[in-house]
């Protein structure tokens, strides 16, 4: 647990606001932690012992080669042997390995730490680049030194490692080095601060949560469920491993007795009604002494647009999930509303673990889909270039959303697919669907030409690209989407209905206060989802002024009917369950409604207690800066937001495709693309780009092809 040095506790809690809940696990909950335990470990989520020794040979290994290392460049660059005895580098973890929550086949997050003499571009990616290519146990080695926290890549004995570098101000590492310590951070360039913050966070969050195991396998549980769901990946614009470790860490501190499958509810719970962009903290934001600069929207703008702020606890606090953007958002926000429903369903027994881990039908869920695919002649240059188109992605997403002025919603796949004949080869997808209520014209279309052209000029602008590194981008309907992304390479033969479960229908009445109805229909109504929010928002809806009167009130009637009310004994059966959690009577009743209606409210105030206002600008997203394009791209014949009118109720999506050093593009230079249902509204006050769009409708495109580097002409 926590010491005193590090973690500063206000009335004896952990977080910024005093707990939701301090109530202990009902034999209910035990059962369900049991349920959810087994659910974990079926789905090999742990490691075997064999491979966990293996970890920490590695590991081992690894801390003597460093140390080593150092006492080869210390002698190297003409220090006395007294010296070059006493210097000395260390091994730390972080991430998932550092928290307890890896898996089989996972890779470990390592730190070096180094002295100052041992810099990072010639020792490091040069000295230690070179001894460990030349071990026998090294394999894939892959440095990249240009990357915002550079990183070494390898695999040592079969076990994946990313091996980030910190060079401190210190002439000899000592071996009890804390870098929990701020000081750490003194005289420390920016690759160092951001090396080392990884395990400077990953160190505190385990200092901030009030039981660590059950943290863990709450972990656990959300990183399987978000992976299930196609949400976890903080490149494509979701969450990474880091920020749902931070959204977990959370919950434990509003609910420090809950057992995991109680912390899963309520992450759901609480999540589902944040105000994003209110910021999840651990911890308040400390200045520090070094004057590094800390996440703060009333000072810095760029921190004004981030749409999700999840803040590192440990100095200097960043925002973690600062690629969130508004499509992103939107789909991660359905799901926990997803997630909450099923969960209110498990309480009552209608609904289990298996429904709640349901895989996303990602390619049964959209009609139109955007196809990126990739490829290179070897397998160096294919890891390098694939590294660096994901890391593009999503800003394909934010500029599609931007020129479509937020009409045309996108959502990436979180991983790739390959084929097996095509070695060297992947794709990925994104699924398009025109933002619901938005009202359409007939004939209208959205064009993504000259935005997908835009996207590929910045792709062919890497510095490191090679002759073979090829991109294509394709429109393709649901029904052409190639086989190889299902399992087993079958395509259902009956896609399964994109649907959430139908929550229970809440009614109050005088003589029961909370009562439920369910007609077993997983499927959802929208009708009913919004009218269960809106009965629930009319719950929690209250003048600022009046919550801790109503607040104190809540508390007085629930105390008064827990004395006043014997619970009957708990049984396991699912009728005793439901009794017990619902109430046997209208005081009993009473008692399980105002709590929730204390929860509620304790929750809302989350949004606004110890944060500061946040005011996001989604319409100038910053981060698109990182997008400019290198030279002018081609001129594709169409307007990059015009809009062709056609006759007939179809509605387009208009798309240039082409592909990187190919003159022949696979569908022989001829795409034709079909009407699509999806519409695109056009806004009649904004001033259209400058093009040369043709008047008549576009059914047939010629492909272009763009030289290497994307500077090329058309064919």
């Known amino acids: 647990m926590a010491s005193p040095g590090f973690v500063k506790r206000t009335n004896g809690r952990l977080g910024v606001t005093e707990p939701i809940s301090l109530g202990g696990p009902t034999e209910f909950d035990v059962i369900k932690t049991q349920e959810l335990e087994k659910y974990l470990a079926d789905a090999g989520l742990y490691e075997s012992q064999e491979e966990a020794v293996s970890r920490e040979e590695v590991l081992g290994r690894l801390d003597q080669i460093v140390k080593n290392w150092v006492k080869n460049i210390s002698r190297q660059k003409g220090f006395n042997e007294q010296f070059v005895q006493e210097a000395n580098a260390k091994i730390f973890t972080f991430g998932s390995y550092r928290l307890g929550v890896h898996g089989p086949g996972a890779d470990i997050d390592t730190l070096c730490v180094g002295p100052r003499h041992a810099t990072r571009e010639d020792d490091f990616f040069v000295e230690l680049q070179n001894m460990l290519a030349e071990m026998p146990e090294v394999s894939e080695l892959h440095p990249v030194p240009d990357a915002h926290v550079p990183v070494m890549k390898f695999k040592f004995s079969g076990v994946s490692i990313d091996l980030l570098y910190a060079k401190l101000a210190l002439w000899v590492i000592p071996e009890d080095l804390d870098i929990s310590q701020d000081s750490i951070l003194q005289n420390a360039d920016e690759q160092t601060v951001r090396s080392l913050n990884g395990c400077r966070v990953t160190d505190q969050i385990l200092r901030l949560v009030p039981n660590i195991q059950t943290f863990r396998t709450t972990l656990r549980c959300m990183r399987l469920w978000a992976k299930k769901r196609g949400v976890y990946s903080n490149v494509l614009g979701f969450l990474g491993g880091i920020n749902w470790a931070l959204l977990v860490a959370r919950i434990c501190q509003l609910y420090p007795n809950a057992l995991p499958s109680t912390l899963v509810s309520r992450f759901f719970r609480v999540y589902t009604q944040w105000r994003w962009p209110n910021p999840v903290m651990l911890c308040d934001i400390e200045e520090g002494s070094l004057g590094l600069p800390v996440w703060d929207p009333r000072r810095n703008f760029r921190d004004r647009t981030h749409l999700m702020p999840i803040i590192t606890p440990a100095y200097p606090s960043m925002n973690s999930s600062y690629n969130v953007s508004a499509s992103t958002l939107r789909i991660m926000t359905d799901e926990f509303q997803r997630g909450n429903d099923i969960c209110k369903l498990m309480e009552t027994n209608k609904a289990d673990w298996n429904t709640l881990f349901e895989p996303y039908p990602f390619f049964e869920a959209y009609k139109n889909y955007l196809e990126i695919d990739i490829a290179a002649e070897d397998e160096d240059d294919f890891r390098n270039w694939k590294g660096w188109v994901e890391s593009r992605l999503r800003f394909l997403t934010l500029n599609i959303e931007r020129q479509t002025f937020g009409k045309l919603q996108c959502h990436p796949h979180p991983r790739d697919f390959s084929e097996k004949s095509k070695p060297l080869h992947c794709c990925y997808f994104m699924g398009l669907q025109r933002k619901q209520g938005v009202p359409s014209k007939e004939g209208e279309q959205f064009d993504i030409r000259a935005t997908v052209e835009d996207f590929k000029s910045n792709v062919g602008s890497y510095i ?43 009614t109050h009445s005088p003589s029961h206060m909370e009562t439920f109805s369910e007609n077993g229909d997983k499927s959802v109504d929208m009708a009913d989802v919004s009218s269960i929010r809106n009965q629930f928002d009319s719950v929690v809806s209250v003048d600022v002024e009046e919550e801790s009167k109503k607040r104190k009130h809540v508390e007085d009637a629930a105390s008064r009917s827990l004395a006043d009310v014997k ?80 006759k007939s109720d179809a509605k387009d999506v208009i798309m240039q ?7 022949n593009p696979r569908n022989g230079g001829i795409e034709e693309l079909e009407p699509l249902e999806l519409s695109a509204p056009v806004y009649s006050g904004l001033p259209a780009p400058t093009s040369n769009a043709p008047k008549k409708p576009l059914i047939r495109l010629r492909l272009t092809s763009i030289a290497a580097k994307g500077t090329g002409g058309s064919s």
């Open 657 to 663: 495709t082409g592909s990187f050093g190919s003159s």
């Open 464 to 506: 490191l690209w090679k002759p073979g590194m090829e991109i294509h981008v394709s429109h393709i309907k649901q029904r052409n989407v190639p086989l190889f992304v299902f399992p087993g390479g079958m395509r259902p033969s009956r896609p399964p209905r994109v649907s959430k479960p139908k929550a229970s229908s809440l």
């Open 567 to 646: 619970r009957p004994a708990f049984a396991k059966s699912p009728e005793t369950m439901n009794t017990i959690v619902h109430g046997t009577n209208a005081e009993e009743s009473a008692v399980v409604l105002c709590a929730k209606e204390a929860e509620a409210l304790d929750i809302k105030n989350l949004n606004g207690s110890s944060s500061p206002t946040v005011v996001a600008l989604p319409e100038e997203l910053d981060e698109l800066g990182d997008c400019g394009i290198q030279g002018k791209p081609e001129e594709v014949g169409v307007a990059a937001n015009g809009c062709s009118a056609d």
